[in-house]
């Protein structure tokens, strides 16, 4: 009975042991990423307008939604996730935007996320009325009509984009702040990392897009201060301890084991 008991002893030490030493770990870790900052240099965006072939993605901000000109405005924003490391489990993102002009000085409009479906050119115009127009788009530019301008077109006029909506955030008065976040942003962002080249960002689309005087403009990843802000919380595949971690743990489950085989052999001569 003793011997039977020892071994289930064991077994069962051995898979304390086996687990402590190949359990997930609960180590995360988490990147902000902003143009500029830390090196970074991932992020692009534009807009496209609805009355021509302008574009604008050297501007200091991005637009979305309808003028007071009844033209309207999407903003498309992408970023470079080359950071993260293959095989991370994304479990959080945020993206924060800081409104730089309200139009009409109108307050709180929903704007929804959507994932864009094709490769576009961001370019460097910065155009007139503080980019609220643009100016003629250059070679490979997005547009309105095109993700490549002169070279490709978007199916639909407006930019290609799923119905889905990844995510929604109130933009209120300069100076505020949007954020979106939520799982279907996870899962956006879970699925470029995996596949990077269908990272073809989201566009910004306003939720009363239509409406006269509702555009907003958004501070750019070329702006003065208060650029887009991406947080990302991930959780990578192979948790990497520092190797005094490891060996510290090695040696921990031999002593534990190495008594623990002592203490039963002194209980089996004891009960023999
Ligand atoms: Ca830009």
New binding site residues.
Partial sequence: MIRKSGCASLALLFCCTLAVLTAPSAYGDSLVLIQGVDGYAGF???SLFSENENSG???DG?FAGTNGQLDTRRALIRADFSVIPQGAAITDVSLQMTVMISGDNFGNVDFTLHKVLRDWG?GDVIGLSEGGFGATAAPGDATWLSNAHGASSWTDAGGDFTPNVSATAAAGLAGTTATWGGPSLVADLQGWIEDSSSNHGWLILSAIEGEFKRVKKFH???ALQDRPVLTIQFTPDTVEMPLMDEIAILISAITIGSIAIVRLRRAHAINR
Wanted: a negative charge.
């Fill in positions: 692009e965006d534009t993605g050297g501007s991005v961001e750019s990843s070329e």
